[in-house]
Antibody, heavy 120, light 107 residues
Framework: QVQLVQSGGGVVQPGRSLRLSCAAS????????MHWVRQAPGKGLEWVAY????????YYGDSVEGRFTISRDNSKNMLYLQMNSPRPADTAVYYC?????????????WGQGTMVIVSS | DFQMTQSPSSLSASVGDTVTITCRAS??????LAWYQQKPGKVPQLLIY???TLQSGVPSRFSGSGSGTDFTLTISNLQPEDVATYYC?????????FGGGTRVEIK
């Protein structure tokens, strides 16, 4: 069964750190680019970060550049998002998703989402 | 900054109607445009990619068209289960920008 299972959300104080995880199964994880997408309460989708299939290329949205770090461990089929110095504006549901090369990079498989609340 | 602009932001239509949502890119993006459906409280799902290619399992009443800067998502014969928010997205390279979304409701 092709799936992405997320963990690691919760409440974090502004300026502290939090790491989100995304476990892949049912497909060859190391062949796929991966992304993080977020959705603030009542708002639309915002792309957060991208990592190439081999981890050698990474890109970030302007709002998280320099604070968040995307990484992956292909030996464990795991994707991560390290959130440093989070702000209240980072409060959102965070989704991991794969970029399907055969579909032009469209986000084919999505995790179930994990809520992150940044609050003191 | 590169932007994807959707219109309208919301619409209400009757069962059986044909609904059209538009998406405009601030730069030409060829056919690198995807549409996603997000039902209330659910995870987004890929509907269409490369502007007009239907994702497997998506009903044929959904169709997409366009190239360059202007794109459309058409829902023919609108059904109650189509109540959702629809997002366009540039899916080729960073920034993988989403449109603001269009909420579709049934009258």
């Amino acid at each position: 069964q092709v799936q992405l299972v997320q963990s690691g959300g919760g409440v974090v104080q502004p300026g502290r750190s939090l790491r989100l995880s995304c476990a892949a199964s049912g497909f060859i994880f190391s062949n796929y680019a991966m992304h993080w997408v977020r959705q603030a309460p009542g708002k639309g989708l915002e792309w957060v970060a991208y990592i190439r299939y081999d981890g050698r290329d990474k890109y970030y949205g302007d709002s998280v550049e320099g604070r968040f770090t995307i990484s992956r461990d292909n030996s464990k089929n795991m994707l991560y998002l390290q959130m440093n110095s989070p702000r209240p504006a980072d409060t959102a549901v965070y989704y991991c998703a794969n970029g399907e090369g055969l579909k032009g990079g469209a986000f084919d498989i999505w995790g179930q989402g994990t809520m992150v609340i940044v609050s003191s | 900054d590169f932007q994807m602009t959707q219109s309208p932001s919301s619409l209400s239509a009757s069962v059986g109607d044909t609904v059209t949502i538009t998406c405009r890119a601030s730069l030409g993006i060829s056919d690198n445009l995807a549409w996603y459906q997000q039902k209330p409280g659910k995870v987004p799902q890929l509907l269409i990619y490369t502007s007009s290619t239907l994702q497997s399992g998506v009903p044929s009443r959904f169709s997409g068209s366009g190239s360059g800067t202007d794109f459309t998502l058409t829902i023919s014969n609108l059904q109650p289960e189509d109540v959702a928010t629809y997002y366009c997205q540039y899916h080729k390279s960073a920034p993988f920008t989403f449109g603001g979304g269009t909420r579709v409701e049934i009258k």
